[in-house]
T-cell receptor
Framework: EAQVTQNPRYLITVTGKKLTVTCSQN?????MSWYRQDPGLGLRQIYY???????DKGDVPEGYKVSRKEKRNFPLILESPSPNQTSLYFC???????????FGSGTRLTVV | GESVGLHLPTLSVQEGDNSIINCAYS??????FIWYKQESGKGPQFIID?????DKRQGQRVTVLLNKTVKHLSLQIAATQPGDSAVYFC?????????????FGKGTSLLVTP
């Protein structure tokens, strides 16, 4: 089944403890992206990648890192999580420019 | 940057009626628009898209209309069903981006009542 898989689905962590949210797609898509979703603010892009080793900042990149060493994987790294990063995170992929994204099921992160 | 907005945060319709969800955008350079549906506990799901060189596109039970003159986008759902209950987002692509940095609206919640 063609899909975008994120792990974990739920995560509770403490301030300052590094964490990684994994994202993998099996559709050979070139474009991948991370969004966070917050009440009243909608979906905001954190980082995106147009291909392997090509990443760029979205609208809210502060406090996040990404890497794209392989086409299928696009992990989101929080080096020192803070409570304001408590949110619902979505990974998404797209086959080519100008096409819509396919989203994963989301990761609900709580930082205490 | 400029953002996509929505006219109504919530919309309640009766099963079997047609639904219309509206979206206003403010950047006249936007060249690509997408509607997404998000059910509770799930990620956004692609419904239909339209490019700026078109003014109407139809899918299965859904139609998207684009009025570039007034910078307005709408999603029409025919014969609305309980399974259509969800939050609907419109998203736009603003050049020089090429669809990988979509700008999302806040969402409209559609509630279908029996």
């Amino acid at each position: 089944e063609a899909q975008v898989t994120q792990n974990p689905r739920y995560l509770i962590t403490v301030t300052g403890k590094k964490l990684t949210v994994t994202c993998s797609q099996n559709m050979n898509h070139e474009y991948m992206s991370w969004y966070r979703q917050d009440p009243g603010l909608g979906l905001r892009q954190i980082y995106y990648s147009m291909n392997v080793e090509v990443t760029d900042k979205g609208d809210v990149p502060e406090g996040y890192k990404v890497s794209r060493k392989e086409k299928r994987n696009f992990p989101l790294i929080l080096e020192s999580p803070s409570p304001n990063q408590t949110s619902l995170y979505f990974c998404a992929s797209s086959p080519r420019e100008g096409d819509g994204y396919t989203f994963g099921s989301g990761t609900r992160l709580t930082v205490v | 940057g400029e953002s996509v907005g929505l006219h109504l945060p919530t919309l309640s319709v009766q099963e079997g009626d047609n639904s219309i969800i509206n979206c206003a955008y403010s950047n006249s350079a936007s060249d690509y628009f997408i509607w997404y549906k998000q059910e509770s506990g799930k990620g956004p799901q692609f419904i239909i898209d339209i490019r700026s060189n078109m003014d109407k596109r139809q899918g299965q039970r859904v139609t998207v209309l684009l009025n570039k003159t007034v910078k307005h986008l709408s999603l029409q759902i025919a014969a609305t069903q309980p399974g259509d209950s969800a939050v609907y987002f419109c998203a736009e692509n603003i050049p020089p981006n090429s669809g990988y940095a979509l700008n999302f609206g806040k969402g409209t919640s559609l509630l279908v009542t029996p």
